[in-house]
């Protein structure tokens, strides 16, 4: 039998509302209660339940996260830093891999307090489910997508920044790997950035592309594109997933960052420092992404009105493994 909050207000001698108040860190409860009240809570084997909190407060405590992938590193920092985030507030996060209009189906029956949405192509035709709810929106995508709060990490900028660091170089033959199958909104945004500038710079613009955004598509698509008898001297990288399966061909192929191979990675994660060669990156920091999106969605529910779109500035973080082609160096 599922342990009630009659059942540890009676274990505990004191009032059903004063274990109420504990349990959501209420600061009206004397702190001597409160670790009293948790400890048996915890002793009892207490879970909430969702739909009697939000009958006692009108709030679930429960944020809903449609995460399109399973596979990205990336995502899966940002899920979890986030996560971490909302649980100091003392909020539960559902995640659902599902398609977009099955989450958001979804989160409205269980009535979460806000829901989380993390663009992947998918978005097609779901204005009119979000019409159909009041729950807030949060969309971490591309400007214009869909008519909610959207959090834009410019990711055309970061690549942009990408071109202009390895051009400034005396690169000329830069490809961009990252390109996929299928209509991605964020993955079109950097490549349709690499496409404009390189015209731009009169050089030719390359994109491989791959099936998935990860670490052995990654490898698969540099191994044969590092094979070629006239190969480039600078790749730009969709993704850390992706930059970690070019490091990986290139190591096996004896090819030497930067020396014979600059690499430029979308995605400024911590993780590039740890790679066999630190690696240049382009992007928004992840502190900045977890904070600006952990803090809207908290304004959202507490009725703040918000802007209609937060866009985020990238940053070029120069590390070892980019430098000017051979026959440029003095």
Same mark, same amino acid.
């Given at each position: 039998?599922?342990?009630?909050i ?13 274990v109420?108040?504990?349990l ?5 409860v004397r702190?001597?209660?409160k670790r ?20 006692v ?8 996260v449609?995460w399109?992938? =399973?596979?990205?590193?990336? =995502? ?5 830093r986030?996560?971490?985030v909302l ?16 989450a958001?189906?979804a ?27 009041s ?5 971490y ?41 299928g209509?991605?909104v964020?993955q079109?945004?950097?490549t349709e ?8 710079r009169?050089?030719?613009?390359r994109?491989?592309?791959v099936?998935?955004?990860d ?5 698969l ?9 006239v190969?480039?001297?600078? =790749?730009?990288s ?5 930059t970690?399966?070019?490091l990986?061909?290139a190591?096996?192929l004896g ?10 990675s ?14 240049t ?13 952990s803090?809207?969605?908290l ?14 500035e ?5 590390r070892?493994?980019?430098a000017?082609?051979?026959g440029?160096?003095?």
């Amino acid at each position: 039998m599922a342990v009630t909050i009659k059942d540890i207000a009676e274990r505990a001698g004191v009032s059903f509302s004063t274990v109420s108040k504990a349990l959501r860190d209420s600061p009206l409860v004397r702190p001597e209660t409160k670790r009293k009240i948790l400890a048996i809570a915890e002793e009892m084997g207490y879970r909430p339940n969702i739909a009697a909190r939000r009958l006692v407060s009108n709030k679930s405590w429960t944020i809903g996260v449609a995460w399109p992938s =399973l596979h990205r590193v990336t =995502l899966s920092h940002l899920v979890t830093r986030i996560n971490e985030v909302l649980e100091e507030h003392k909020y539960t996060t559902l995640l659902s891999i599902n398609r977009m209009d099955k989450a958001i189906d979804a989160f409205a029956r269980l009535q979460v307090d806000a829901i989380f949405l993390i663009g992947d192509g998918s978005e097609t035709g779901i204005q009119p489910l979000l019409e159909s709810i009041s729950i807030p929106v949060l969309y971490y995508g591309v400007d214009g997508t869909i008519p909610v709060p959207t959090v834009d990490v410019q990711r055309g900028r970061a690549v942009t920044l990408a071109v202009q660091h390895l051009a400034g170089q005396g690169h000329t033959h830069i490809v961009y790997v990252g390109g996929v199958t299928g209509h991605d909104v964020l993955q079109e945004q950097k490549t349709e950035a690499y496409e404009t500038r390189m015209r731009e710079r009169g050089l030719e613009p390359r994109v491989v592309v791959v099936p998935k955004m990860d670490s052995h598509e990654g490898y698969l698509a540099a191994k044969e594109l590092l094979r070629q008898p006239v190969r480039p001297t600078a =790749l730009i990288s969709g993704s850390y997933d992706i930059t970690r399966g070019i490091l990986r061909a290139a190591g096996e192929l004896g090819i030497r960052i930067p020396e014979e191979l600059s690499v430029v990675s979308y995605d400024l994660l911590p993780q590039l420092d740890d790679l066999e060669v630190p690696v240049t990156a382009v992007g928004v920091h992840m502190d900045a992404i977890v904070d600006t999106i952990s803090r809207t969605l908290l304004a959202m529910i507490g009725g703040e009105k918000v802007p209609d779109t937060l866009f985020m500035e990238p940053e070029l973080f120069v590390r070892a493994s980019t430098a000017p082609p051979a026959g440029n160096r003095h």
